[in-house]
């Protein structure tokens, strides 16, 4: 079975960078797409972007669009969420979800789709 496990959050100041990644073991994400997640407390959980099975195809949630960058490297069974430009408000637990698809271009970030997910990882943005 898929495991996922993310790594990578930690505190860091307002402005400043993170880079997650979220590497799989137990099958290959050649198949899957892989979307990036995220909860605050009080909050429900929102779908940040996504990376098609191929790589190809992404989508980011107008919160972090040009702030946040997907990436995977299939060769490394690894998909990453660069993220620039924190802010207080990206605060969060951080997941990684995968779904799996016959589709290789494209990805939808519906987190009810999504058939496997890793633990989490805490982000802390705060000066």
């Known amino acids: 079975q898929l495991q996922l496990v993310e790594s990578g959050g930690g505190l860091v100041r307002p402005g400043g960078s993170l880079r997650l990644s979220c590497a799989a073991s137990?099958?290959?994400?050649?198949?899957?797409?892989i979307g990036w997640f995220r909860q605050a407390p009080g909050k429900e959980r929102e779908g940040l972007s996504c990376?098609?099975?191929?790589?190809?195809?992404?989508n980011y949630a107008d919160s972090v669009k040009g702030r946040f960058t997907i990436s995977r490297d299939n060769a490394k069974n690894t998909v990453y969420l660069q993220m620039d430009s924190l802010k207080p408000e990206d605060t969060a637990v951080y997941y990684c979800?995968?779904?799996?698809?016959?589709?290789?271009?494209?990805?939808?970030?519906?987190?009810?789709?999504?058939?496997?997910w890793g633990q989490g990882t805490q982000v802390t943005v705060s000066s």
């Open positions: 990376i098609s099975r191929s790589g190809g195809s992404t």
């Open positions: 137990g099958g290959t994400l050649d198949y899957y797409d």
């Open positions: 979800a995968a779904r799996l698809t016959i589709f290789p271009s494209m990805c939808v970030m519906a987190s009810g789709t999504y058939n496997y």
